[in-house]
């Protein structure tokens, strides 16, 4: 199953520096790594064809002997992006606001009294760690640390921080179904991370019928999974030789 664990903090906090070197680490451990990352500006491709067909038309592809990519002029979701992307583990840097996956908190050097007073908005009950000096935690009220006993790690253990990141990493599929019992994917996200809960817990991610793209299981809520499911039933119980049982279908 996919894993998938943030990096975040405000600017100058050291999130870029912690995605190399935490990529370097699991990589080196044979994983193979992906990392997303989210930005308030778009790209400055200035003066390049890219560009320049990009002011013609929404996608454009680009291929060279040494890296290939697609551009889209719109924003898309970690759920649109992901599927593209040829790894186990994922690492997404930014994306505060995202609940469906833990996140590893980046402490800078220095925090002006802005960050300070906005500490609490990192910590939102999905923090599995945080990295940062030593000194600061004394310095810092954070609720979440008391609750979850979140670990604080300095900059060097990225060692420590790659075996959190293999033993807690996830991704829910930001479906807010209710299959589990919980009203959010949030909710569930957080009983997770506290312990309490488990990813095996979210019907969406284990469907009563399987889909697969590109040989990845597609997430459907139970009310989706059922109609795929009547639909092909319905479509194949009329042709001569159908019985009940394990239906596969591939192309």
């Not at 599927?83 to 606001?97: S, T």
């Not at 809960?197 to 809520?221: A, F, I, R, Y």
Request: hydrophobic residues 40%.
């Amino acid at each position: 199953m996919l894993k998938v664990v943030g990096i975040i903090g405000y600017k100058n906090s050291g999130k870029t520096t912690l995605a190399r070197t935490l990529t370097r680490e699991l990589t080196g451990r044979g994983h193979e790594v992906a990392v997303i990352k989210h930005s308030s500006h778009s790209l400055d491709l200035s003066g390049k064809d890219t560009a320049v067909l990009g002011e013609a038309i929404s996608q454009v592809g680009f291929i060279s002997p040494q890296e290939s990519a697609v551009f889209w002029k719109k924003p898309l979701s970690l759920e649109n992006i992901i599927p593209y992307l040829e790894a186990d583990i994922v690492l997404v840097e930014g994306f505060k606001q995202a609940k469906t996956f833990p996140k590893i908190v980046c402490l800078g050097v220095e925090l002006d009294n802005a960050d300070r007073d906005r500490l609490d908005d990192l910590f939102d009950d999905l923090a599995i760690c945080a990295v940062g000096p030593d000194d600061q935690v004394g310095e810092l009220a954070i609720p979440s640390f008391d609750k979850l006993r979140t670990p604080l790690f300095g900059r060097d253990e990225v060692g420590l921080i790659a075996d959190l990141a293999e033993e807690k990493a996830f991704k829910l599929p930001n479906l807010d179904c209710g299959g589990c019992g919980h009203e959010t994917c949030y909710d569930l996200a957080r009983e997770i991370v506290a312990g309490s809960g488990s990813v095996e817990d979210c019907v969406s991610l284990h469907p009563t019928t399987e889909v697969k793209v590109d040989g990845q299981p597609l997430p459907m809520n139970p009310f989706i999974s059922d109609i795929v499911k009547g639909t092909i039933l319905g479509m194949l119980s009329p042709l001569k030789g159908f019985k009940k049982g394990k239906v596969e279908i591939r192309f």
